[in-house]
C-alpha cells in the first residue's frame, strides 16, 4: 500500500513539475517546430530530404541552444520529443507484413542487420575512433538511417561528442541514401536479376524509407513492393536492436539498477501490436504517423541547433571512412546474398 502511494505520488510531482516547466520550455520547443514546418514546406515544394533540411536550417540556429529563453526548450525537444517520436514509429510496422516477406529476406535481413553493426564496431576501433560512434553509424546505415541513428543515439552513453556525432551520422545516412537511390538501381540493372530480387537489393541496402520507395518503384511496381516490404523488415529491427543496446549499455555503466527498459520502447512495442491485431482505427493511425513524424522532424531541427559548424568539422576524414565502409559492406553483403538465392533457382 505504502509502495503503491509513493508510487503515484511521485507520478503527481513529476507531472506537476513538466506542467511547471512549460512557460521554460516554450519558447524552445516553438523554434524547433517552426524550423520543422519550414523544412517541412522546403521538401514538400523543392524535393529533398525534410531530415536532412531540418538539421541544416537548425544549424543555422545555433546561437539560440547557447543562452536566452530558447535553450531548456531546444533541450527537451532534441531528447524527450526525440523518445515520443521514435516511440510512435510502431505505428508503422505490423507482423503480418513481416511474415508475407518469407523466410529469406528475414534471414538475410537479420543476418546484415548484425553483421553491419559488429563491422562498423570493429572498424571504428581499427581507425581510431570510438566503439560507440562505430555502433551509432553502423546501426543507422544496417536498420533505418536518420531515424534509427536518433533512436541509437538516445540509448548510447552521453559523451561530450554525443551530440555532433548524432549529427554527423544523420547527415551521412541521408546524404548516402539520396546517393544509393540514384546509383544503386543503375548498378543492380548489371547483375540481370528479377524484379523481386531487385527489390529485395534496394530494400536491403538503402538507408531511408523514402529512398527505398523512390529507388524500388523507378525499376517497376513489383521491385517497389518487394523493397517497401523488406524495408519495413529492416525498421523492425529498431527495437531489438535499441533494447538490446540500451540493456548493455545502461548494464556496463549504471549496473543492475539501470537495466530497465526505456518506456518509448515500451510504447513502440505495443503500437506493433496494436497495429498487427488491426485494433488502432484508420483516423488514429494515420494521425499517429503524422504526429511521429512531426515529432521526428522537430526533435532533428532541436538537434541541429545545437551543433555548430566548427565542431561537424573536427569529425574528420575517418569518421566519414568509416560510414562510406559501413554502407559498401552492407551493399556487397546483402548483394552476395541476392545473387546466391538468384542462381539456385
Known sequence: MTETVAIRTSMISRGLAAFMSLPTNFPGVLASLIIAIAATFLSEHYGGPVMLF????????????????????????????LRVAV????AQI????????????VITVVGAVILTILFGA????????????????SGAVAICGASAALAISSVLPKGEQHERDTVFTVIGVTALSTIAMIVYPLVIAGFHLDHAAVGMFLGGTIHDVAQVVGAGFSVSEETGNVATFTKLLRVAMLLPVVVMLSYVFRAHHVGKAGRQLPGFLVVFAVLVMLNSAGVIPAFLLALIKDASRWCLV????????????????????????????????????????????????
Open 54 to 81: 531540418a538539421l541544416l536550417l537548425g544549424m543555422a540556429f545555433y546561437f539560440l541552444s547557447q543562452e536566452g529563453r530558447c535553450v531548456a526548450g531546444i533541450e527537451l525537444a532534441s531528447k524527450h520529443i
Open 87 to 90: 516511440g510512435l514509429l510502431g
Open 298 to 345: 522537430t526533435a532533428i531541427a532541436a538537434l541541429g541547433m545545437k551543433t555548430s559548424l566548427k565542431a561537424m568539422a573536427d569529425v574528420g576524414g575517418r569518421a566519414i571512412a568509416l560510414i562510406v565502409a559501413e554502407t559498401l559492406f552492407l551493399a556487397v553483403l546483402v548483394l552476395m546474398v541476392v545473387r546466391w538465392k538468384a542462381g539456385i533457382q
Open 122 to 137: 570493429l572498424a571504428s576501433r581499427a581507425m581510431g575512433l570510438s566503439r560507440r560512434f562505430g555502433i551509432l553509424t
Open 94 to 105: 505490423t507482423i503480418a507484413e513481416i511474415m508475407k516477406l518469407g523466410p529469406t529476406p
